[in-house]
């Protein structure tokens, strides 16, 4: 009773909507009728769902490590796909070879002021049995460093982001010819070594401090989930922002005949040789760095104070890698539509793993294979979904989304065609629902988040996802707010590359760790620290089939623009603030420069430089994309009252959906981005300095950061092109329901 | 050439005033005639200054520690007294026997879940001689925690302030029974057993966490001047907020047969037993301690993951003093003024050390005494000043302002009467000019900071300390602006008691480190790493010198109102707002907690607790000082308007100097604080529950603080009591001068 009042109270004083509430209204894409059946069909569909099953599989997937090539990588896909085939799909195996490097050798010591051999092993865990697999598991390394061998003093460049050269550069602290010493942490890893190079480091070393994943936040493994100081990050850094995928097959899928580029050609692979160690062995480098002390944002959790070189301390770094292709096999289970057989829903989750991947990625592909397991009987039961349904289990993610990019490619024309939508997962963990997705489904997804309930409280994943907006004085959501997706998994061939509206989606917020691409993402760990009763894998089995059920059954596509077009307004006011604020930036920096405050501030005993001038930014005209706005957000209204209303005339709802089906495909421009053709979206991209953090309206913003003032002019104006396109083509849809 | 282009720019664009052009003005207090003689006189004063005897003098007053009562403490005294005397001052010595705690017996030792018995040790430093000295130093102790012998478990508190209570409380985390670790810093040291004790805490443990002043700031000792793993900082822990000085005589001198109280009736000794340890010696016992992981902006740089407890970790805190009188000597010497000897303007500065105290108190007391040799040689010259200069090197500060505070209550009557200002000082280093004092003296200080040039920059200290602001994007100073005073040095009795306008002064932010208080605050790391030269000191000697020399010269005294007024108007706003922010707070919270929003949030796994509601704020008047405010500002307007006309008749010369001298005591009220009448003053005193840390308005500011809101009536009912009456002054100088 106490329950039941606060929660309505919590509903009345903060405008939350009540699951109840929502659940009398129909669902977007569906008549009332259809709503009330389709509202059956999915409380039938929670009732199969099974945790036991999801802990059974992840017990055997995660046995022994299965990276790409391994033999039990095939185990796994044989397992998956044997799944699949008793539950009822047409099964296919499509195997892609590509390139993946593993290690040969990998050597690291210091070499000045002192010896030290860096130990590069992550010891057996007492209790963990699969820590002790250590000749099957790949050990610490990231794919796609180039071989080398090199020589030089160390400079500790903290994150080694942009951010971080310009406090180098005030220092006076070039990285010309060092090896770089960077922390995990602060950008995708790729972007690491790709600026090291770009600055004239001859090498780069990554190491996880504890500040960011390790003791710092919480207890180390075993007796907490938190990386310990063995632990090391594995990982790729191909030059993702500029195309993920085989670096060999740029573009096109690595099927048998393919052309493939010699290992020379390929431009997504490191400049440099890169090498990621533990903070065990860390330390002794990092204690023997002299020079400056570094700034206080830079400083991580070692007991040590940080300096950041170059020297004294002086390492060689060698690596070789075996340079073979090996085979990313992806898992495709079909389940055809009864009704519009070639409109495609995509649902999809990767399978290798970089050891054991408890976590990554076999706690998302386990909800997977229990939501088709689900459907699959419904199926069996008379209820097969009006679309095709598709499960795809990729192979070959964590060097590079390398197994779904060579699919995407290789089925290209026939995906731009068909597919309405493209659902992800990766690892999840319990707590709260984090979504990202395309903002033509933000309402649609909404209802979703409204009608399951969160396994612990007993109120919906929003008003669970809410309470926390609310208790840490943000504002309170009036509806589920999709992140803008940038890169780190599966969807970005679907979205950035050929513009299909696509989903990310997990739980998070209660299940934090350090185990991330290392040894210790065992199933023990996952069992003990992450969703150990599987009940928030379950929920997310209840919103990604959701997702997947409601796009398949829809009677018109669940498409709408207002949210969209809120969005993309906030993103131009976003781009526009940038601009003034750098601009403002730039004057005062020069300002301060001319009137010789920063020499007045400075002290003598600091090796202090001036700081350059910075380039003063010019007034854009965005105009352009203000005025497509403008139509857009008219059309998008007049959508919406349509939709209201209906089609009159029933026989357009083919070629209504058809229309809807497209619109994403509207923002994508054959170019692509400048200097990265292969990311063709022009509202959202991953960052080509972030990496896996997103840029929205990439074109433009990118420009304006990276100060190429002229691109951004030429950019305003294909933004604006692709707007108006997006808008005719919402034109074309209200045309078709009146 | 560069250079003064550059100057000319700054001082153009962003409004600074140059050195050259404030020399022009006539200097507040002096007419266009006396200007260029006290500004010829300045000139004469800077050439007197010599570098090198600051140097000798702290080489000898710091060869051997010399706390209260210890035998080289006399040595100073004696060594101070004689230089006086040297330089024609009538000196005396005035001794005050005050009750000074000394240590017994220390231990402190973990018996669960292992053994580990804390060193309390300071080793020796190679290369610094002083530090072996350890027989004759003090060791690491909290003066005026009381004796003890408890054994319980730990609870780590963080800092030990209010805020982390709270934060205790909504995890449902009591200290009642237990012993709590805290952090230095954060507050005033004695904050923290005040308030541990105050929530059932039996003993308290304060350490050094490298994250504060250790290797997370920078390098530690030798190798640097941060605190390395065995420096402790000593300090009183009376109950300084409620009252400063010899705890036995409150309110009164400690004079030969003044009556002293019994111990157990001294009720600013704390109440449960305290001990300040090293991290060396803490870290075992953290790392012992379990229960939740404490919140991110409680960790520590300690290479652990911080729990909360309470226990398993469990000690024993075992202390005993000596609780001796020692003697506090007073050295006072005086040059008689020559005009005006019953105006008394008196500079001070502390001797007694923790051990060495290269930087607190001797890097201050060997800046106040070459002011004073300078100033002797000008009187030999035949430029006595008018009034009367009293220089004061007081014993016995470090233990709680005991010296001074004594002597100010022995001569209370005959200060009241006598004194225009008090100017302090007490450790100083290089860098950037920092000073509070009463803002009456704003203006006339602000002229100072215009014609004393910083030793390394070549522009005035004003113009550097500027353009720290302005490089740290904080708004331009169109003048300096003096911080309110606090506590933590021997201004408190002048300023808060008695409620003469003083200043409190010193340099740094170019000398940061971890010695304070430790057998490190030697000579060997004063001349590495703080002002080796003492080029900061003679440009304090400057600021100072003209300070007092100014003060003891004026026609009319350099008092004005005008940026007094705008100062306690952005008080009452502040005060004003913080009701507001309190209420908003209070509501919002109580809401989250109505709504159940807390519990949503909390991960089950926690051990989380609800937190209870907090009292509503109800709405204040506060009309009764707005009212106040703008008769205040007309006045305050009124009196510049009649200081630019002069004073007609000059007769009444006298009698004005004497009401503008007793401005400052219309700010006091001899009831004084609620709960500490020691504290007199109504616009600054240090805070309840934050030590040195100033409250402005602190009989408002508290009473909303700490929710005594029929207090908070009363309080706005004093204030504009006090603020009329200071008004009504203004208007009897004005009267002076038509």
């Known amino acids: 009773m106490k329950r039941l ?60 490590p299965h990276h790409v090539g391994s033999p039990y990588d095939k185990k796994v896909v044989d397992y998956v796909a044997a799944k699949f085939k008793e539950w009822g799909y047409e099964v296919r195996i499509e195997k892609f070879d590509v390139l993946f490097p593993t290690p040969k050798l990998r050597l690291l010591e210091m070499t000045a002021p002192t010896k030290y051999k860096a130990k590069l092993i992550e010891p057996a865990i007492k209790g963990d049995e699969s820590s002790k697999q250590i000749k099957e598991a790949l050990p610490g390394y990231n794919a796609f460093s180039i071989d080398g061998d090199v020589t030089s003093e ?42 090291a190079a770009e600055k004239g480091a001859i090498g780069c070393i990554i190491y996880s401090d504890p500040r960011d994943d390790g003791y710092y936040q919480g207890d180390v493994y075993p007796k907490g989930p938190f990386k310990n100081e063995y632990g090391v990050q594995r990982g790729a850094v191909m030059d993702l922002p500029y195309a993920p995928g085989d670096p060999l097959t740029p573009g096109y899928g690595s099927t048998d005949g393919a052309k493939r580029l010699k290992i020379s050609e390929a431009t997504s692979l490191t400049k440099i040789p890169v090498l990621p160690i533990s903070y065990n062995d860390a330390l002794p480098l ?12 830079w400083r991580g959790a070692l007991p040590i104070t940080y300096h950041i070189g170059p020297g004294p301390a002086k390492v060689r770094l060698k690596l070789e890698f075996n340079w073979d292709l090996q085979p990313a096999y992806n898992v495709i289970a079909t389940l055809k539509g009864s009704e519009l057989p070639d409109e495609w829903v995509i649902r999809g989750n990767h399978h290798d793993a970089w050891v054991h991947g408890a976590n990554d990625p076999i706690s998302g592909l386990v909800t997977m294979m229990e939501e088709a397991r689900a459907v699959s009987i419904l199926a069996k039961q008379g209820h097969t979904p009006k679309r095709t349904l598709m499960y795809c289990a990729w192979g070959a993610e964590e060097p590079g989304l ?35 997705g395309s903002h033509t489904l933000e309402k649609f997804f909404d209802q979703i988040t409204h009608v399951v309930n969160d396994p612990q409280k007993g109120v919906s994943v929003f008003d669970r996802r809410n309470a926390r907006n609310i208790a840490n004085g943000q504002p309170s959501w009036s509806h589920y707010k999709l992140s803008a997706l940038g890169s780190g998994s599966d969807y970005s061939p679907f979205f950035q590359h050929l513009g299909i509206s696509s989903f990310n989606m997990g739980f998070g917020g209660e299940s934090s760790g350090g185990e991330y691409h290392t040894m210790y993402d065992s199933y023990k760990l996952y069992k003990r620290f992450k969703d150990p009763t599987f009940q928030y894998g379950v929920t997310l089995a209840k919103v990604a089939g959701r997702t997947s059920l409601r796009l398949a059954n829809a009677e018109v596509l669940p498409f709408e623009f207002k949210h969209f077009t809120k969005i993309v307004s906030g993103y131009v006011d976003e781009v526009t603030k940038l601009a003034d604020k750098l601009r403002k930036e730039a004057d005062s920096h020069n300002k301060l420069i001319e009137s010789g405050v920063y020499d007045l501030v400075a002290n003598p005993k600091d090796n202090f430089k001036t700081p ?50 497209s619109m994403e495909s509207k923002l994508i421009r054959d170019h ?57 083509n919402i034109d074309a849809a209200i045309k078709l329901m009146k």
């Open 5 to 64: 009042q606060s929660l309505a109270l919590l509903a009345i004083a903060l405008c939350l909507s009540m699951p109840a509430m929502m659940a009398q209204s129909p669902i977007m894409g569906f008549s009332d009728e259809a709503s009330k059946s389709q509202l059956q069909l999915e409380q039938d569909y929670d009732k199969l769902l099974k945790a036991t099953n999801l802990d059974e599989w992840m017990k055997y997937m995660t046995a022994r």
């Open 154 to 195: 160390l400079v500790f460049v903290n994150y080694g982001i942009p951010a971080d050269y310009e406090e180098l550069e005030k220092r006076g602290i070039s990285v010309e010819g060092k090896i770089v010493i960077a922390k995990y942490a602060g950008s995708w890893r790729g972007i690491k070594p790709k600026l």
């Open 286 to 297: 990092l204690k023997a760095i002299g020079g400056p002390v570094v700034p206080a944002n």
């Open 402 to 436: 390398i197994g779904s990019t060579e699919w995407v490619e290789t089925h290209a024309d026939e995906l731009r065609e068909k597919v309405v939508a493209y659902i992800n997962t990766d690892g999840t963990g319990a707590g709260f629902l984090g979504a990202g």
């Open 612 to 661: 350059g001038p910075k380039t003063p930014v010019p007034y854009f005209n965005f105009a352009p994309i203000e005025n497509a706005l403008k139509n857009l957000k008219n059309k998008a209204s007049e959508f919406a009252m349509a939709s209201k209303k209906g089609i009159s005339n029933s026989a357009n709802t083919n070629k209504l959906n058809k229309v809807l089906k």
């Open 672 to 728: 692509g981005l400048p200097r990265r053709s292969w990311y063709k979206h022009h509202i959202y991209a991953p960052g080509f300095y972030t990496g896996y953090g997103v840029k929205t309206l990439p074109g433009v913003r990118e420009a304006i950061e990276q100060k190429n003032f002229d691109e951004v002019t030429e950019q305003i104006t294909i933004l604006s092109e692709v707007l108006k396109d997006f808008t005719a």
